[in-house]
């Protein structure tokens, strides 16, 4: 070889070794043994970071279990998730199972790209006993893509040492609420711990107050386009929280508070209320040291009900590589065994039956976990939580449309008026 | 006739080889423009011209439809404002304290390094940690902001700093300029360095007051440092993203929404990739010109000044 193309040949190599470098990707660092299927499993990442040990220590017993079927778990924050999920699943450098919204625009998307695994036949092969209601959730043209997550209310939390201090018993009703508030905030406390500044919490604040005014069924008309956003009920609840906050129910500045913020108002003391979700309830219980009560935000006539989501469940990759591994898997996290685990240690509550009454359940969460039993069996009415159905449009028009009313930018009739827009589109 | 140039003189063979060697060694740079950046300019164009929502296997083909779409939009004005307050501010401040500091600073020897890193450390924070520090220090509640101002009967003047749509863009423009100041102090305080003393001299022997001396005489001098700070904060300006999405995501209701969060919430909220991505390209588009054009005159000012 002369010298000329020893050096064009170094170059080149040069060059190509600069591209491999950047462009190839990074081994896995799980190394499977002979014959070992690894399944990568990714999360949200968890609200207690002490979570994902204790989900990791509960894969290890899978793993036992199933010599031969390595799971490599990696937890992602939402947001992250969110915009590297869909490309991670179509180039096929995604992962096998991963835990992902149920909804139209979570999971319902991916399965109008191909991107998820049909698992009708491993449903009525493994008699995964998933509520109705929420299997619904999860089938898209009559194929069932995923497992519904764990299911979650959302109420108003408050402060039952303090309410009995003031001498305000649990509002039965609109009229009793508002009461109550007034009565809060002249004794120096603010009435609502509501924060705004993320955006998302006004899709429960208006779930929570259009279920409780116009029922699940109610709800369900409006998001189905049955009924008009512009109506009455929807102004009202609108009106409502604008309404609060005039009143000075609400903290000073709700656009100007994280979720986080709020919710340290209402540990210390300086909130009497917390509308959010039963997620929450692990957190409520660790930082508290006054008594909390649950409840649905109440209605005009009554004590409401309350509204129900199904959080994030695990999804199957349509490009695993093992699917076979990862269905076990999957049977694994829908066993009962493991539900019973969930509930007493994350305090989830798992979208199939469970027997409860020998664990160790934090009373606010036996609480939510009798209300969707007797909802599941038809005994009693949730309503929506409307972010987990409503279109990414919606959901980002609804939240715009909460700060500004908080901010005094726009009227509830202007808000109406633009989801109204949203939701046709 | 003019002489034969040396390439001309040279042997044919020579010739070829210092050809082949030319294109060797660009070779690893020409694969590394092309890689990292045609290929990914060329797939954002074409990107754009399609109604990608990141999943659909195969996307519709719109043509400029979403570059008209864009032109209509009611959201991208107010954003394009929100950029236009951020170019002017965001550039002026950090160059206008920054210089006034590095003058401060320039015959000072006691303690200089001291204050050159305490000035600096800002710029070299990551923006989520300058964004979550300057949060609470605006919280409403708990923050020493309000806190300061309560303390000392300015209760009026306390509000949610991120969440009331009349201070929330100017609240993280502040902390956009206290994170760049730094780095304009320390460029231009290296500049000053090279100022020439006897003219300042003479030009005080000559009665012109501080401000004649900093106009006329160090500005000149630091010129081409200057319009390469310039043009990286004014550029910036056009693609600012990441201090706004974390102090507030572009709210409360789109008041801080610049064109970068705009294009980022159609991308990846609305999932609008395509969408997202013209407006990309827009802002890549808008930015040029001004990094042209300061571009161009900084190496006329060096050129003259080379002269």
Known sequence: ?425 | MNPPTRSHSAPRVTRRAQARLGVALVAPLLAFVTVFFLFPLGNAIYYSMLDYNGVDPSPAFVGLGNFVELATDPALGPAFMNNIIWIVLGTAAPVVIGLSLALLMWTVRRASTLYRVALFIPYILPAVAAGVVWSWIYDPMRGWLNQLLRSVGLDALATGWLGNPNTALCAVLVTAVWATTGFVFVVLLSSLRNVDAELLDAARMDGANSLQRVWYIVLPQIMPVFLMIVTLTLVGGFSVFDIVFIMTGGGPSNATEVLGTYAYSNAFQLNRISYGTALALVITVLAIPFAVALNRLQRRLSFQESV
């Open chain 1, 1 to 425: 070889m002369t010298s000329r193309h020893s050096l064009a040949a170094v170059a080149g190599l040069g060059a190509l070794a600069l591209l491999l470098s950047g462009c190839t990707p990074a081994s896995s660092t799980a190394s499977s043994g002979k014959g070992d299927s690894t399944l990568r499993y990714l999360v949200e990442q968890q609200e207690d970071p002490e979570f994902l040990p204790m989900i990791e220590a509960r894969i290890a017993k899978f793993e036992e279990r199933n010599p031969g079927i390595l799971i490599e778990i990696d937890a992602m924050p939402f947001d992250t998730m969110r915009t590297v999920l869909q490309t991670q699943l179509q180039s096929g450098d995604g992962p096998d199972v991963f835990n992902w919204g149920s909804g139209p625009t979570f999971a319902g998307s991916l399965a109008d790209a191909g991107l998820l695994y049909d698992l009708t036949e491993s449903y009525e092969k493994n008699d995964w006993q998933i509520y109705d209601f929420a299997k619904d959730r999860v089938t898209v043209d009559s194929k069932i893509i995923g497992v519904p997550g764990d299911i979650e209310t959302v109420g108003v939390y408050y402060n039952k040492t303090m309410f009995d201090d003031l001498g305000i018993d649990q509002p039965e009703n609109l009229g009793e609420l508002e009461a109550a508030a007034a009565n809060i905030k002249q004794s120096g406390v603010i009435p609502f711990a509501v924060s705004d500044q993320e955006g998302w919490q006004a899709g429960h604040l208006l779930s929570m107050t259009l279920a409780s005014r116009v029922g699940s069924q109610g709800v369900a008309d409006l998001i189905d386009g049955k009924a008009s956003w512009t109506s009455p009920e929807v102004i009202e609840s609108l009106a409502l929280w604008a309404g609060f906050n005039d009143a000075g129910y609400l903290p000073e500045f709700p656009t100007a508070i994280s979720y986080d913020g709020g919710a340290a108002l209402f540990y210390s003391e300086e909130a009497a209320m917390l509308p959010t979700g039963s997620w929450f309830i692990p957190e409520v219980e660790a930082n508290t040291d006054f008594e909390v009560g649950y409840i649905p935000f109440p209605s005009e006539d009554g004590a409401g009900i309350f509204t129900a989501g199904l959080g994030s469940g695990p999804l199957v990759s349509a490009n695993t590589d093992n699917p076979e591994a990862a269905i076990k898997f999957i049977d694994f996290l829908v066993s009962e065994e493991h539900g019973q685990w969930a509930v007493e240690n994350l305090g989830t509550i798992p979208a199939f039956p469970i027997e409860t009454k020998d664990l160790e359940v934090l009373p606010l969460l036996a609480q939510v976990i009798e209300d969707t039993a007797t909802f599941a069996a038809g005994s009693s009415d949730l309503g929506t939580n409307i972010d987990v159905v409503a279109s990414d449009l919606f959901n980002q028009t609804m939240y715009d449309g909460f700060q500004a009313l908080f901010t005094g930018q726009k009227t509830p009739e202007q808000v109406a008026e633009e989801l109204e827009v949203a939701a046709r589109n």
